[in-house]
T-cell receptor, first 116, second 119 residues
């Protein structure tokens, strides 16, 4: 089974701090994604990566950056945390569509981040 | 851009009965995939069922089936013989087929429907 591991289930940080959320997958997937989940809004894509050192903005990238130095690891960075970034963050990975077009994304358990 | 709408924020069902969750989407593409994911209180997102748009036959997975109406852009999930373990948030999601892999497999999600199962 594919395993996507997020480093923390719960995290509490203060306004203005630099925050790192880590995600590791063990299935050699090229694609990795960061989503944010808020009540009534579903999941919204922040950033994704289709290869090492490659990244693309999703629908709500403002206030976030990402890093992918190794294929198995995809980090989400809040450069200066703000209270409106309090949310659930979900990481996912998948094969690229041109190799496995009908395969789903596999998700981690999520990190519930609170910014005080 | 594609959009996905789940118009039912909450639904409830009695154990052993059938419930249908609604999903509509908007796209100009002709080839794509649709998914239903389940998120129980443990927060692990689990794939329930998938449908390929070019297939006319509705997908089924044990007690779960879909009613895919391509012209109406509708993709509802039917859960038969509901069980207590079906209680969860359910998300409908859309993915482009992405010629040449350019879509990178991005998912567009609906708002989610919370399903409660009463014993």
């Amino acid at each position: 089974d594919v395993k996507v591991t997020q480093s923390s289930r719960y995290l509490v940080k203060r306004t203005g701090e630099k925050v790192f959320l880590e995600c590791v997958q063990d299935m050699d997937h090229e694609n990795m994604f960061w989503y944010r989940q808020d009540p009534g809004l579903g999941l919204r894509l922040i950033y994704f990566s289709y290869d090492v050192k490659m990244k693309e903005k999703g629908d709500i990238p403002e206030g976030y950056s990402v890093s992918r130095e190794k294929k198995e690891r995809f980090s989400l960075i809040l450069e200066s945390a703000s209270t409106n970034q309090t949310s659930m963050y979900l990481c996912a990975s998948s094969l690229p569509p041109n190799r496995a077009s009908n395969q789903p994304q596999h998700f981690g358990d999520g990190t519930r981040l609170s910014i005080l | 851009a594609q959009t996905v709408t789940q118009s039912q924020p909450e639904m409830s069902v009695q154990e052993a009965e059938t419930v249908t969750l609604s999903c509509t989407y908007d796209t100009s593409e002709s080839d794509y995939y649709l998914f239903w994911y389940k998120q129980p209180p443990s927060r692990q997102m689990i794939l329930v069922i998938r449908q390929e748009a070019y297939k006319q036959q509705n997908a089924t997975e044990n007690r779960f089936s879909v009613n895919f109406q391509k012209a109406a852009k509708s993709f509802s999930l039917k859960i038969s013989d509901s069980q207590l373990g079906d209680a969860a948030m359910y998300f409908c999601a859309y993915r482009s087929r992405g010629a040449g892999g350019t879509s990178y497999g991005k998912l567009t999600f609906g708002q989610g429907t919370i399903l409660t199962v009463h014993p």
